[in-house]
């Protein structure tokens, strides 16, 4: 499968960060209500998980880069990293990874996590397609995150929604062997087309209920959909292992594009 990035892929829409609040050590960190994991420890202990250059030499050496080896996730449009940074503080044994193409999303998730401490986080600006076929190497990752994709209401705009068959595929290729994907959003017919397509190359499991694990809110967006009483949809897949090069080939033939209407709700 080729590794040429589409001409029109994943962009989220730029959007202004609030405000920085100013915190004390032992303070916790709240947004819309909602605690951000983790309190501030005092200035000497903090860290630095900005990842302001990606390596010049791919597929990237994670282990070298976090100086260690540990299990690697990955959360692809991280936000002001919310699931980040409570997962890295329920699993300090696994390394992780937050990226999005905002950089100011990216400086507030890199200072909450600086500031709690955190030496086995970093944050980077850069897209979901560009780290799966340039950055990683095969069977590097043990989980992907992805927690409400842009949707790309606009017709016009459709085909630069991120999760495409030949984005499965490189997940799917990236992947240790049983290496999972979480996905999560509040546009039921995206999520009509995840369920249709996860399964072609994963055991998929839709989730009735939340997550069964913190963080009970795994971003900003659910957040607001939920204030707002909308709908969200859940669900993980386990990599299929067992398949071919001309296997893969032929089912993402197969796949349709996202190419679907969306239901009407802001983007």
């Not at 990606?54 to 260690?68: A, H």
């Not at 990293?81 to 390394?95: D, H, Q, Y």
């Not at 095969?138 to 068959?165: C, F, G, K, N, W």
């Not at 949809?233 to 893969?248: E, N, P, S």
Request: glycine share 6%; proline share 8%.
């Amino acid at each position: 499968m080729s590794s040429k990035r589409p001409s029109r892929y994943h962009r989220r829409v730029r959007r202004k960060a609030p405000a920085a609040p100013v915190l004390e050590t032992g303070q916790t960190e709240y947004e819309f209500g909602i605690p951000i994991a983790g309190a501030i420890v005092p200035k000497e202990q903090w860290t630095q998980c900005a990842l302001k250059r990606i390596p010049e030499q791919t597929p990237v050496d994670w282990p070298t880069l976090f100086s260690r080896q540990a299990p690697l996730v990955v959360d692809i449009g991280c936000g002001n990293g919310r699931f980040t940074i409570a997962s890295a503080l329920s699993r300090p044994e696994c390394n992780h990874l937050a990226i999005d193409l905002l950089p100011a999303v990216i400086r507030y998730g890199t200072r909450r996590a600086n500031q709690r401490g955190l030496n086995h986080v970093r944050f980077a600006v850069v897209d979901g397609w560009r780290f799966l076929t340039e950055l990683c190497s095969d069977a590097s990752l043990s989980e992907i995150h992805i927690y409400h994709p842009q949707p790309y209401a606009d017709p016009v705009a459709s085909t630069r929604r991120m999760l495409t068959p030949e984005f499965i595929a490189w997940m799917h290729g990236r992947l240790i062997p049983q290496g999972k994907v979480f996905l999560q959003t509040d546009r039921k017919a995206y999520w009509d087309y995840i369920c249709a397509t996860m399964p072609a190359l994963f055991d998929w499991h839709e989730l009735k209920e939340q997550w069964p694990e913190d963080p009970e809110f795994r971003s900003r967006r659910e957040i607001l959909s939920r204030k707002q009483g909308l709908p969200i949809f859940r669900g993980f897949a386990v990599r299929r292992d067992g398949i071919t090069k001309d296997d893969l080939q032929r089912i993402v033939a197969a796949m349709e594009q996202p190419t679907f209407a969306m239901d009407e709700q802001e983007d």
